[in-house]
């Protein structure tokens, strides 16, 4: 709906400079480049119309992603899909926080898919089902018991989450999740690392309430590399920022994107929702 100098005119046929345009069009000057207004004030008009509306459809999907289950756990995006439950880091005090949390999800989400199955990290990890169950009012319901049902016992083996996610790695299905709570220990980053370079699906890793940064980088590196999602949510850090530009908060490169704001969701999903917004809200 605009030109500059020397641009091809439609309307007349022919090129027309800005310097000879004057009273012509209605002109407007942009980072000192004169911009000729060929569109009616109707057009104008409709086309802010019609971005609005596009900014508010992206708005309320904004609200959708950052409520309920989904800014705790994410989105589950698969029909089929098997669960590990990793809460040997938490203090007993947080575990029935956890619990809660994952078995929001559950509620609120898969019983919205085809199937799934759940593991729990343990000394001895424990597959609720030998394969993955239809999902049902029913079936959902006896997981959520089942995970209540599970007794608090933290282990310090060093390989019994990476066994955890074999046992997921047996089931045929479209991708696993991975909640993890808290931070994981150096000594199980390893073999972490080495049973997820074996998937040959989708690892989705959910970071519940880490305390170290360098936590979430790890985690981030590792679902990115079997190509799946991250995501990750605080409801307290001590690294916690409390000062920072729209610019600085929303560049990826900055060390920003690596500390978690409490009760903020940082994911895949978030971030480019929010950039788009920015950009559009500017436009307009």
Request: glycine share 4%; aromatic share 12%; with cysteine.
């Amino acid at each position: 709906i605009t030109f500059i100098s020397a641009e091809y005119v439609n309307k007349l046929g022919r090129p027309v400079s800005s310097r000879y345009a004057h009273g012509l069009f209605h002109q407007y000057n942009n980072d000192g480049k004169i911009y000729n207004l060929t569109a009616k004030r109707e057009h104008v008009l409709q086309k802010i119309e019609s971005i609005t509306g596009v900014i508010e459809l992206f708005k309320q999907r904004l609200i959708w992603l950052t409520g309920g289950s989904r800014v705790l756990f994410g989105v589950i995006q698969e029909q089929s899909v098997a669960f590990v439950i990793d809460v040997n880091s938490l203090y007993e005090a947080q575990d029935d926080l956890c619990r809660e949390a994952f078995c929001l999800a559950l509620n609120e989400q898969v019983a919205r898919i085809s199937k799934f199955n759940l593991v729990w990290a343990s000394e001895i990890p424990v597959k609720w089902q030998r394969k993955p169950v239809s999902a049902s009012y029913q079936t959902v319901e006896a997981a959520t018991q089942w995970v209540w049902n599970q007794p608090y016992s933290p282990t310090d083996r060093a390989d019994c989450d990476a066994e955890a996610l074999s046992l997921a790695l047996n089931d045929q299905v479209e991708a696993i999740y991975y909640f993890s709570a808290g931070d994981i220990p150096d000594d199980k980053k390893l073999l972490m690392s080495q049973r997820i370079s074996n998937s040959q699906f989708p690892i989705h890793v959910v970071s519940y309430n880490p305390l170290k940064p360098e936590t979430i980088t790890f985690w981030k590196e590792l679902s990115h590399r079997s190509h799946g999602r991250f995501h990750v949510y605080s409801v307290e850090n001590k690294h916690t920022v409390t000062k920072t530009t729209k610019e600085e908060y929303f560049d990826e490169s900055n060390p920003v994107m690596e500390k978690v704001l409490p009760g903020i969701v940082f994911c895949d999903t978030y971030f480019p929702w929010m950039r788009f917004l920015m950009i559009s809200h500017s436009a307009v």
